[in-house]
């Protein structure tokens, strides 16, 4: 799960548990009924999976990084496996592989810095002590000044009914917002807003963002957390030119302020910054205003171009009618590679970030359910695409391209559930599918799994918007029903959940010395099959329900599902 947008939902969100990816519940809770009283297909492999999971984590890997060889040497692993199976290339020009362009930017030499000038008199700023800046990939150097906009929280949304920029001209000016969303709003709804901060200014003519800590911010991913990630290099994919792709290739610098420097962007405005920040505590959006201050911004980056591959296979339907359409199980390949060296480190330092659960377990949960579809007597009646991708870890990159480059009709892909770091150190006995109620997905799901006993809960924690911070809502943001499937939280599974955030999230310690349950990741295998059957042998596909907002906003056209509980409303 992808560090990045850790971050950014930190900045996103208005009121999030104090974790670095989705939190389990307070509350611990003991296993209640042990894992060889669970029930479980004995077509599913334990072992199996282990080895998939040992090969792809060893420390020979190098943590999988995007762009290195031991990611491609995983890349080929896994495209051998398909062949292995007899399940037809579903990559490009007839191969297993689909290979992702993408432009790789890291800081240039010179330092980038800001330089505040207002009523307070002017101000250098320290990049990575007062401000974190991060140049346009599509400059190599910048160094603009502007005056500087007060725009809110920066949402605007028609179809939300928001717009924090009605009456204020930020063409050709810096824009100034809080992080998050109020806290009004529903968590996934004003996550998605939030995604298009960047976008929305680039559209109304600002050329910088600026992003406020709120109080909320601050608790989840302090200033200097986030600087810790100032120098890891970014990645975009290209497109058929080499350009990198950019949502707003209008905003030529953006920046993080301290709250030091916040509050000295706002000497002389209509409104301190400490009220603007005890303002964000309320539920109702932060009105804006245009600030007295003026802000250099100079900075630059250094460029390559690399490729990574995604990898894609298909068990062909066996049904006339419905064989032409596509349901996916993807899971991405990728990790965060080697950790820099620390001053404290010595030569018996293990710094390779393995990435066993993140997400070596679910690629190996993948294959299983490929192994097994692929032996069933009987094949799937819709076709089914598998799709392990590269530049999750980056920002979802290798699914988003995936999504927009898809290697079957765009319109043919019905439905998405995916796989990525399922916790298998306990006798799951429910699963969380992040998305479940924006869709049918939801009682497929449910209807799924029952013979198994495992049950459907819901997102334990809604504040953290995990539904738009996985790689399925890049099918999402095209049009398709999808869901992010993850072990619960029940039988085990807070304190195990707690464990693994603490100490082995994006850290050496995710390796294979944690206390794997091998049957229990059996049955997850079984649990997927059973769900990706499901969907693939239903008279109807997977449909978005009426009147949710994601369906509306991304698929309005689409066919919807009844909601017994009415237009706009949750499932249970």
């Known amino acids: ?3 990045r947008l850790v971050l950014a939902a930190a900045l996103a969100c208005s009121a999030l548990m104090p974790a670095a990816a989705p939190a389990a519940p307070a509350s611990p809770n003991a296993v209640a009924i042990p894992e060889a009283q669970l029930p479980l297909d004995p077509r599913f492999s334990a072992r199996r999976i282990e080895a998939d999971v040992a090969f792809l984590a060893d420390d020979a890997m190098r943590g999988r990084e995007t ?18 199976l007899g399940l037809v290339p579903g990559g490009t020009d007839g191969g297993w592989l689909q290979r992702v362009p ?3 930017v890291v800081p240039s030499s010179a330092p980038a810095g800001a330089t505040l000038s207002g009523p307070g008199g002017p101000r250098e700023w320290v990049n990575g002590k007062d401000v974190l800046i991060t140049t346009s990939r599509l400059e190599p150097q910048v160094d603009l000044t502007a005056p500087v906009v007060f725009v809110g929280y920066g949402l605007s ?7 924090d920029y009605a009456g204020l001209d930020v063409k050709g000016k810096i824009v100034a917002v809080l992080g998050g969303f109020p806290a009004g709003m529903a968590s996934e709804e004003g996550a998605y807003a939030a995604d298009e901060k960047a976008k929305v200014a680039s559209d109304r003519g600002a050329i910088g963002l600026i992003t406020l800590p709120t109080e909320a911010s601050d608790r989840v991913a302090p200033f200097a957390r986030r600087a810790e990630y100032l120098s890891v290099p970014r990645f975009a994919t290209t497109d058929a030119n080499g350009r990198p792709e950019v949502e707003a290739p209008g905003l030529r610098a953006s920046a993080t302020l301290n709250a030091a420097s916040a509050a000295a962007l706002f000497a002389g405005a209509k409104s301190s910054y400490a009220a603007v920040r005890t303002a964000a505590r309320g539920k109702a959006p932060v009105a804006g205003f245009p600030l007295a201050a003026t802000l250099r911004i100079h900075g630059g980056t250094e460029a390559s171009a690399i490729t990574s591959p995604n990898i894609a296979a298909v068990i062909p339907g066996s049904d006339p009618a419905l064989r032409d359409q596509y349901v996916i199980l993807s899971g991405h390949l990728d990790h965060i590679g080697i950790s820099p060296a620390k001053a404290a480190d010595t030569a018996a330092t293990d710094r390779i970030n393995n990435g066993a659960m993140d997400n070596a377990a679910g690629v190996a949960t993948l294959l299983e359910v490929a192994r097994v579809m692929s032996e069933d007597p009987v094949k799937p009646r819709r076709s089914v695409l598998f799709v392990v991708t590269t530049g999750e870890e980056k920002g979802l990159l290798g699914a988003d391209y995936f999504a927009r480059h898809p290697t079957v009709p765009a319109k043919a892909i019905v439905g998405n559930v995916d796989l990525d770091m399922p916790l298998l150190t306990y006798p799951f006995t429910d699963v969380v599918a992040y998305g479940a109620d924006h869709s049918s997905l939801g009682a497929i799901t449910a209807a799924a799994l029952a013979p198994m006993k495992v049950s459907l809960s819901p997102d334990p924690t809604p504040e953290e918007s995990i539904f738009v911070r996985s790689d399925h809502y890049m099918f999402v943001k095209q049009g398709v029903p999808a869901v992010f499937l993850s072990t619960g939280r029940a039988n085990g599974g807070n304190p195990a959940w707690e464990e693994f955030f603490a100490k082995r999230y994006h ?6 010395s944690q206390a794997f349950d091998w049957r229990a990741g059996a049955r997850f295998a079984e649990a997927n099959w059973r769900i990706t059957r499901a969907m693939a042998d239903g008279a109807e ?3 978005w329900l009426s009147g949710d907002p994601f369906g509306d906003i991304f698929a309005p056209s689409a066919p919807r599902a009844a909601n017994a509980a009415g237009p706009g409303a949750k499932q249970p």
């Open 67 to 84: 762009g290195s060889p031991e990611l491609e040497i995983a890349a080929r692993f896994v495209a051998q496996r398909f062949a292995a």
């Open 1 to 3: 799960m992808t560090v």
């Open 507 to 512: 850290r050496p310690a995710d390796d294979m």
């Open 541 to 543: 596909p997977p449909r």
């Open 102 to 104: 993408f432009q790789r």
């Open 157 to 163: 949304d028609r179809r939300l009914g928001i717009d």
